[in-house]
Structures are given as structure tokens and as C-alpha cells.
């Protein structure tokens, strides 16, 4: 039975995705050959420089592949707290602790930066900032958050943050205790953005 082209395009694309970031994971951009992964997919070199033009456009496909499973993962964790600012609190720092993975350390957070440049350029941080300024929106409307903060800014400057949190601890010698660390400093940042009680007029 005839395959649509679709159909056939998707699965070839999948292929050479899954193999690269198999490579990626394990062994790393630098060291992974494209004649490798796409012997392991049994496709041609032709087939990757087709659908991803080159060895950096399979990574960004890998980083995105990626990249939407730790958001499904991150909404996961926060829907289940109490409270909107809680929730908001575990969306970043369960992102920052997942660079604590092999997997998600190496290609997120070491490679990536290096071989594609500041994460807050990558196509998926507009989407992460958009979120975070709905809630801090949120937030400040419902008192929470102080006022006179522009909650797009501090969305910005909260996901360069993060970025910068997950890739210290990426790069540690130590990324367990680098984590507790970052985690603590980050969450006490985050306590800044939050409109004191006796602040507020009687």
C-alpha cells in the first residue's frame, strides 16, 4: 500500500531526530558525525541536509523536541500548587533542576548555548517570556506582585536568569550541590517581586 509523502516525510524526519539526539546525549555535538546517526536512522547524508540543512539545524530540532518536553513537564509540576504565585515559583525552578539530567544538561544546556548562541535568542523564549508575563500580570493584579513593576521586563529578566541558573549548574563540577545552591539564591530573588504586607497602605 502507497505511503502519503507526508506521512513518509514525518517518519524520516523522526528518524534522523532520534538518532541525532541519541549522539548528542551521549557523546555530544562536537563528537557526534553526521555519517553516524544517519547510518544508525539507515538514511543518507542527503536525507539530514534535506529536511534539516545541516548538522546545526538537526540540533535546533533536537532542542526543540526537547525543549517541549521540559514545558509539559514544568506545567505538569506547577498545576498542582495551591496558589498562583506558587505555581509560578515551581515553573522556574523546575526548570532550572531538570539540568540536572544528562540528557537535558548536556544538549540544553552546554551545547546548545555554545553551538547556537544566547538561549534568549532561541525561537521557543518568546513563548516562555509570554507566559511568565501572563502571570506575573496576574500576580499584580490580583496584589500579589508589586505595583508599578512592568511584568514584561521582569519576565525577561527572570527567563535570562533561569538560563543563566540551569547553565551554572550544567557546567559544574558539582551539580548537585551547584542546584541547592542556584535554587536558594534563585527563590530568593523571586521573593523580591512580592508585595510586602507592611508596604501596603492602610
Known amino acids: 500500500m502507497h505511503r502519503p509523502r507526508k506521512e513518509m516525510i514525518a ?6 531526530i532520534a538518532a541525532a539526539r541519541q549522539a548528542f546525549g551521549t557523546i555530544g555535538y562536537a ?18 541536509y534535506h529536511h534539516f540543512g545541516d548538522k546545526k539545524g ?8 526537547i525543549d517541549a518536553e521540559m514545558a509539559a ?4 509540576v506547577a498545576s498542582r500548587a495551591p ?16 539540568a540536572l539530567e544528562p540528557e537535558i544538561q548536556r544538549i540544553m544546556f ?19 517570556v509570554g507566559s511568565m508575563t ?15 513593576l512592568d511584568p514584561e521586563t521582569a519576565a525577561r529578566l527572570i527567563n535570562g536568569a533561569s538560563s543563566q541558573a540551569a547553565q551554572r549548574i550544567a557546567n559544574s563540577n558539582d551539580p548537585e550541590a551547584t542546584s541547592r545552591k542556584v535554587v536558594a539564591a534563585f527563590k530568593q530573588l523571586l521573593e523580591g517581586l512580592l508585595e ?6 492602610n
Open 196 to 201: 510586602k504586607p507592611e508596604a501596603r497602605p
Open 134 to 148: 501572563d502571570h506575573l500580570t496576574a500576580l499584580q493584579e490580583e496584589g500579589v506582585v508589586v505595583p508599578g
Open 31 to 48: 563528537e557526534a558525525s553526521m555519517d553516524d546517526f544517519t547510518a544508525s536512522a539507515g538514511l543518507t547524508r542527503g536525507a539530514l
Open 73 to 76: 513537564r514544568v506545567n505538569e
Open 58 to 65: 538537526l540540533l535546533q530540532a533536537v532542542i526543540a523536541q
Open 11 to 16: 517518519e524520516t524526519r523522526a528518524k534522523l
Open 110 to 128: 552546554r551545547d546548545g548555548p555554545a553551538v547556537l548562541g544566547d538561549p534568549a535568542q532561541w525561537s521557543n523564549a518568546n513563548a516562555c
Open 83 to 98: 496558589t498562583r504565585w506558587q505555581h509560578f515559583v515551581d515553573e522556574c525552578t523546575t526548570y532550572i533542576e531538570m
